[in-house]
């Protein structure tokens, strides 16, 4: 959750004509830091580019960040920087209250002026990073990771046999074969 009074990506849509609008916005460390106790990301610097379409009864967003943000490593815990390239969309429809509809949909009272950009912002760059964070590998293949954490992972790999498996669920493997 955004810190009160920390909102800084917005558009404001009254007096806007139908068709297309571009605007640009400048994420940096100030804005992770607003999000800072939910965060995993402190560090970045992302550009959004915004393509809004103004219809009639409702605004069509379409977002393309691209920057970098400072990651912490899942396997040595060291940090190092990831290059974002993410696009989506937003749809936002006029409507009595303002409150999420569904997952892109947002409704927002026609009288309200700016659409709030921050969470859905905030969000998207969170979508854009991959399941497991590691340091990439060098031109040899090799992983960039600590040296000497790498080192360490690799004295406690099982080596030797597999162990036995266990037996309840060699039962259950029994049942998925039934058919």
Not at 8 to 13: D, F, G, M, N, T
Not at 24 to 36: G, K, L, N, P
Not at 71 to 81: A, H, K, T, V
Not at 169 to 177: I, Q, V
């Amino acid at each position: 959750m955004l810190k009160k009074g920390s909102e800084r990506i917005y558009i404001p849509y009254l007096g806007l004509k139908e068709g297309p609008h571009h605007f640009q916005f400048s994420v940096d460390d100030r804005f992770f830091e607003a999000y800072a106790e939910a965060s995993e990301i402190h560090q970045g610097q992302v550009l959004v580019d915004v393509t809004l379409v103004r219809e009639a009864r409702v605004l069509v967003l379409d977002f393309h960040l691209t920057g970098t943000v400072r990651l912490i490593c899942d396997r040595c815990l060291e940090p190092f920087n990831y290059s974002l390239d993410y696009t989506d969309t937003l749809h936002v429809k006029f409507g009595a209250v303002n409150e999420e509809l569904e997952a892109n949909v947002l409704s927002i009272r026609e009288d309200e002026g700016v659409v709030k950009l921050d969470q859905f912002v905030y969000e998207s760059i969170h979508l854009a990073l991959p399941v497991r964070r590691t340091h990439g590998e060098d031109i040899h293949g090799n992983s960039t990771c600590n040296p000497e954490m790498v080192e360490r992972l690799l004295q406690y790999e099982p080596h030797g046999e597999p162990k036995e498996e266990d037996s309840r669920w060699a039962a259950l493997k029994e049942l998925k074969n039934i058919n």
